[in-house]
């Protein structure tokens, strides 16, 4: 059972007022620019709470598949249960480090590691498509 208001509806309500009440009603430029920057962040916000973790969930197993291939040992994945955020976060900075170890130990730009990592950060990119587009669609500074 929800507890309405959900933190959705609730950040959509911190934008509306900034960008329908107070943004409009401040007469300093620099003040109504940061009106906009503050409902900028609230939408990276809201988009995050909806993509992230799935995101980093599925980057993690991407990365171990990644490392594997590459010959690395890699520990297992989290309990097969959906990790805190913290918990995805922190798996998937520690892989993206041995990858990036990996592609610095790697001169051959066409080498095995380099063409992984280069496809890797490819479905990365793909896969944040919202967090740089979605979330900035409202007016800018």
Do not use: K
Request: glycine share 2%.
């Amino acid at each position: 059972m929800s507890n309405p208001p959900d933190p959705h509806t609730l950040i959509a309500a911190v934008i509306g007022a900034l960008e329908h009440e107070i943004e409009p009603a401040v007469a300093d430029e620099y003040a109504a620019s940061l009106c906009r920057t503050a409902a900028q962040m609230l939408r990276q916000l809201d988009v995050r709470l909806r993509d992230e973790l799935p995101a980093l969930v599925r980057e993690s197993a991407d990365l171990r598949d990644v490392l594997r291939e590459l010959g690395e040992q890699v520990p297992d994945s989290p309990a097969p249960r959906w990790p805190a955020i913290d918990e995805a976060r922190a798996d998937v900075t520690a892989l993206e480090a041995r990858l990036a170890e990996l592609v610095a130990a790697e001169l051959d730009e066409n080498s095995p590691v380099r063409v992984a990592a280069r496809a890797f950060v490819t479905r990365q990119l793909r896969g944040r498509l919202s967090w740089e587009r979605d979330a900035y669609t409202g007016p800018r500074r």
